[in-house]
């Protein structure tokens, strides 16, 4: 399955542009309908100042997601319908060069827990993201920080709207260094 992101006023759209026949997993599916193509989903923040933000599809909030930081450690939780379905715990590293004090870590890799498994997300150098389940490569973001549009393509094992909960994942990882100015 194919995701093309593009940004809007407040969040982002996600349209579903192709979708291949037939699935390498039957367990997602009996929990999820699988997105079609031209399926239209929508991310948009919860509060202005808030970082949580909502998973709409057909007009309905399908998965809400937030940032939690418990014990000096950060987490990333998405929830559907008051569930947890996905919880994931980032891993920074310090930035590469001279250290500084307006410089905070980078994220780098995500271990993500699911009712269906573990996947882990790493960031790459060119910026992009790739998800992987059990050593094999089942999802990559095009670059974050580019001028194109982003693609997701991603393996049909899981549904449309599990994906763009990904995509919110990977979006926190990179811009967890991001230093607000006030």
């Not at 060069?97 to 994220?107: E, K, N, Y």
């Not at 049909?156 to 919110?168: E, L, N, Q, R, S």
Request: proline share 5%; net charge neutral; hydrophobic share 40%.
């Amino acid at each position: 399955m194919i995701l093309q992101i593009r940004p809007v006023l407040g969040g982002f759209h996600l349209s579903c542009q192709a979708r291949q026949e037939g699935s390498a997993s039957a367990a997602p599916a009996a929990r999820h309908a699988y997105g079609n193509s031209g399926e239209r989903i929508n991310i948009i923040q919860k509060k202005l100042t808030d970082s949580a933000k909502l998973i709409q599809s057909g007009g309905e909030t399908v998965i809400e997601t937030e940032i939690l930081r418990e014990n000096g450690s950060i987490f990333y939780l998405a929830r559907e319908q008051g569930k947890e379905c996905a919880r994931g715990k980032l891993t920074c590293h310090p930035c590469s060069g001279a250290v500084s004090l307006i410089r905070p870590p980078q994220g780098v890799h995500l271990d993500i827990l699911t009712p269906d498994g573990r996947l882990e997300a790493d960031r790459q150098k060119d910026q992009s993201v790739l998800f992987v389940r059990d050593s094999t490569v089942i999802g990559k973001i095009s670059p974050f920080f580019s001028i194109r549009p982003q693609i997701f393509a991603c393996a049909d094992d899981y549904p449309a709207v599990f994906w763009a909960a990904m995509y919110v994942f990977a979006s926190y990882m990179m811009h967890e260094g991001d230093v607000d100015i006030v």
